[in-house]
């Protein structure tokens, strides 16, 4: 029955996210998911380009009437350059994750990661408050800006950094530059837990292949709600921890599905649903 038969058409919309490399990336299935979810005639591909390609590539998908990319590492600062414009969100963090290619030929930057992170934390712990006490971050790499500006964007009172290596907290602090952002020791973290709202690790610790996170839980406020950004596993040894105190835990999963939203809405035109098959389908087990 050809009924049943799905192709693109002439006038089918088209995205993809840009890596190098990109084979690892669970962007392809994630929107391809929703694709299919809600019957849209378009597609999003898997798009290798090498740095030196990069802003070549990003122009000609401009060219060809793309609707819009994901851009990963290692081109989020260099698509930063390529775009016509940047939403306030992209300029405060430095990076773009997602183009819109606009009908006057306009590039557009955006930059979703604190979106993710926030709408994840809302949708699996609805209490939250992210005025109610101090946020606790551990790590300050690639991940940790987007997270610290988004808090301070929800008027977190307080950001607790720490980092291994102290002069990065310092320097990110520096950047993002507001007065509620305090560096503390990586060896204080045990001591700065006690009225902590929020604890977040940042750092790749505790990610498969990599060494564990080990920090003592034994201070930390009952009612604070732990996350961690790394999902693979997606119950890290920060979260059983916390799970096993009774802390409210949040896996890292839901900010990956819920940073794609903005860019499945302008390409698409529709706000998708962040779904538990979702998280079945994205991790393979559906
Ligand atoms: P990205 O920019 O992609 O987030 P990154 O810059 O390598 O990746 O950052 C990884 C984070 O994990 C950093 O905060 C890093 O701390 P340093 O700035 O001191 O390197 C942290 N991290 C990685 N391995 C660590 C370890 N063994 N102990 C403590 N922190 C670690």
């Known amino acids: 029955n050809s009924n049943n038969i799905r192709t693109l058409s002439g006038t089918s919309r088209l995205a993809g996210v840009m890596g190098w490399p990109v ?11 929703w694709l299919a979810k809600y019957g ?31 851009v990963t590492i290692p081109h989020k600062q260099a698509v930063f350059d390529v775009c016509d414009q940047l939403s306030d969100r992209a300029q405060h963090i430095g990076a773009v994750n997602t183009v819109t290619f606009t009908d006057d030929g306009k590039i557009l930057g955006d930059n979703t990661d ?31 800006r987007a997270i610290i500006v988004s808090l301070l964007e929800e ?16 320097a990110l602090a520096g950047e993002i530059n507001d007065p509620r952002i305090r560096v503390i020791d990586w060896e204080q973290a045990n001591h700065c837990l006690d009225d902590a709202a929020l604890l977040v690790n940042t750092t790749s610790l505790g990610m498969v ?60 035109g529709i706000d998708p649903a962040v779904s538990a098959e979702l998280r079945d389908f994205v991790l393979g087990v559906s």
């Open 209 to 268: 292949g990599q060494p564990p996170l080990e920090i003592d839980l034994a201070g930390l406020a009952a009612q604070a709600i732990v996350t961690d950004i790394v999902y693979a596993p997606l119950k890290t040894g920060l979260l059983t921890q916390a799970e096993a105190r009774g802390n409210r835990i949040v896996d890292g999963l839901g900010m990956l599905l819920h940073q794609a939203r903005p860019g499945f809405h302008r390409w698409f």
């Open 155 to 170: 008027n977190c009172p307080e950001i607790r950094l720490l980092n291994r290596t102290k002069a990065r907290a310092t």
């Open 114 to 144: 604190g979106f993710g992170f926030i709408e994840n934390l809302r949708q699996n712990a609805p209490e939250i408050d992210f005025t109610c006490g101090p946020a606790v971050i551990l790590g300050a790499g690639g991940a940790c």
């Open 23 to 33: 084979a690892h990336s669970k962007s392809p299935r994630l929107q391809g998911y």
């Open 40 to 70: 849209v005639d378009g597609s999003y591909m898997p798009l290798p380009v090498a740095p030196e390609n990069f802003v070549s590539a990003v122009k000609s998908l401009r060219d060809l009437d793309f609707a819009g990319v994901n």
